[in-house]
């Protein structure tokens, strides 16, 4: 156990609707960050959140954003999706953003139609 | 731009023998590296990390092997089972204090009984 839990596990959204993922971290990791991962590739770095706020970010369009609340739990939206936002997307946390262990959940599976 | 390869995308051995996945990464500045192992359905499992002021670094069944001069990190498993199947991918954290992990493409690896 990672202690790092997704919700939902899977969904089926349409084109142009929008899509709200959440994760819980471990206690006391102030750190998130989202990956997406598409069939038969590795994880992509999408964004980081620390203490609330984004501090870095991977080659992904402004719609998609995230928050991270004060309990560490945090929210990666998605705005006007499309049939490519088809993927897994992960949750990974950690006590902070210098290379300590990197736990990822289980995943949430994004369907676009 | 960065990148993580590795040079067998799938890797099949018998149960018992010992298993080693190799991995090439492009970033010369990377100062720490981890292992996943990913089964269907599920996220990435950690394994075992290695900062780049080791050469090798070994856990329960598991070593880790770092070449800095080549830029080759390698995954050994020893007494390889059947439940060592999955996906293994060898990430690359950027120096820059994010969470950013660079994924390669991943190795499947299959244990035959």
């Known amino acids: 156990e990672t202690g790092v839990t997704q919700s939902p596990t899977h969904l089926i959204k349409t084109r142009g609707q929008q899509v709200t993922l959440r994760c819980s971290s471990q206690s006391g990791h102030n750190t998130v960050s989202w990956y997406q991962q598409a069939l038969g590739q590795g994880p992509q770095f999408i964004f980081q959140y620390y203490r609330e706020e984004e501090n870095g970010r991977g080659n992904f369009p402004p719609r998609f954003s995230g928050l991270q609340f004060p309990n560490y739990s945090s929210e990666l939206n998605v705005n006007a999706l499309e049939l490519d936002d088809s993927a897994l997307y992960l949750c990974?946390?950690?006590?902070?953003?210098?290379?300590?262990?990197?736990?990822f959940g289980e995943g949430s599976w994004l369907t676009v139609v | 731009g960065e990148s993580v390869g590795l040079h067998l995308p799938t890797l099949s051995v018998q149960e018992g023998d010992n298993s080693i996945i190799n991995c090439a990464y492009s970033n010369s500045a990377s100062d720490y590296f981890i292992w996943y192992k990913q089964e269907s359905g599920k996220g990435p499992q950690f394994i075992i990390d290695?900062?780049?002021?080791?050469d090798k670094r070994q856990g329960q069944r598991v070593t880790v092997l770092l070449n800095k001069t080549v830029k080759h990190l390698s995954l050994q498993i020893a007494a390889t089972q059947p439940g060592d199947s999955a996906v293994y991918f060898c990430a690359e954290k950027s120096v820059t204090g994010f969470q950013k992990l660079v994924f390669g493409t991943g190795t499947r690896l299959l244990v035959s009984p």
């Open positions: 290695i900062r780049s002021n080791m």
């Open positions: 990974a946390s950690s006590i902070d953003g210098s290379g300590n262990t990197i736990y």
